[in-house]
T-cell receptor, first 116, second 117 residues
Framework: AQSVTQLDSQVPVFEEAPVELRCNYSSSVSVYLFWYVQYPNQGLQLLLKYLSGSTLVKGINGFEAEFNKSQTSFHLRKPSVHISDTAEYFCALGGDSGGGADGLTFGKGTHLIIQP | GAVVSQHPSRVICKSGTSVKIECRSLDFQATTMFWYRQFPKQSLMLMATSNEGSKATYEQGVEKDKFLINHASLTLSTLTVTSAHPEDSSFYIC?????????????FGSGTRLTVV
């Protein structure tokens, strides 16, 4: 079975400060990891994804994440946040179990609150 | 880029009626689409996997007869909530996987807010 843990349900950060949103996963198969952002009453927008190769992944809006296999983590970071980054962030796990098309397993989400 | 259109964005219906939600891949073909449900301030829970031309695969605990899924073409999947009740009120989001893309990609629709009164 697969699982995703986002330990922080809410992270308050001052504007222009750095932020890290934590994500840990558990899987018995090859993993693909994603970070999505969701604004109120909207769908999900992909920030970045890790499929293979370089463990440091750069995404949109200045976000990046690092895949750490030994720690089974995929933490999301941004060096300087803006008010517009206030949103819900979801870490998701996809596994290649050979079936070809599995749905994603989502963490519970982290609400990033940017304070002026 | 890949775009998934979901319609309607909001719907209010009376208890006991049925509601259909459409999910379309606009610029790519999707043999597989996924339906998620999201309760307020909670994560997305996979409800079912919709396969073009075959029956959907439902997750444990999801009622097949209540949530009817049809995937009649490579670009359209529909979710029908039958005999809706207030507890079915939720945010429903579809996702499609682009079979033509080399990279592993999922694209999400903008979601449907269902309110049953």
């Amino acid at each position: 079975a697969q699982s995703v843990t986002q330990l922080d349900s809410q992270v308050p950060v001052f504007e222009e400060a750095p932020v890290e949103l934590r994500c840990n996963y558990s899987s018995s198969v090859s993993v693909y990891l994603f970070w999505y952002v969701q604004y109120p009453n909207q769908g999900l927008q992909l920030l970045l994804k890790y499929l293979s190769g370089s463990t440091l992944v750069k995404g949109i809006n200045g976000f990046e994440a690092e895949f750490n296999k030994s720690q089974t983590s995929f933490h999301l970071r941004k060096p300087s946040v803006h008010i517009s980054d206030t949103a819900e962030y979801f870490c998701a796990l996809g596994g290649d179990s050979g079936g070809g098309a599995d749905g994603l397993t989502f963490g519970k989400g982290t609400h990033l609150i940017i304070q002026p | 880029g890949a775009v998934v259109s979901q319609h309607p964005s909001r719907v209010i219906c009376k208890s006991g009626t049925s509601v259909k939600i459409e999910c379309r891949s606009l610029d790519f073909q999707a043999t597989t689409m996924f339906w998620y449900r999201q309760f307020p301030k909670q994560s997305l829970m996979l409800m079912a996997t919709s396969n073009e031309g075959s029956k959907a695969t439902y997750e444990q605990g999801v009622e097949k007869d209540k949530f009817l899924i049809n995937h009649a073409s490579l670009t359209l999947s529909t979710l029908t909530v039958t005999s809706a009740h207030p507890e079915d009120s939720s945010f429903y989001i579809c996702s499609a996987r682009d079979i033509g893309r080399i990279t592993y990609g999922y694209t999400f629709g903008s979601g449907t807010r269902l309110t049953v009164v």
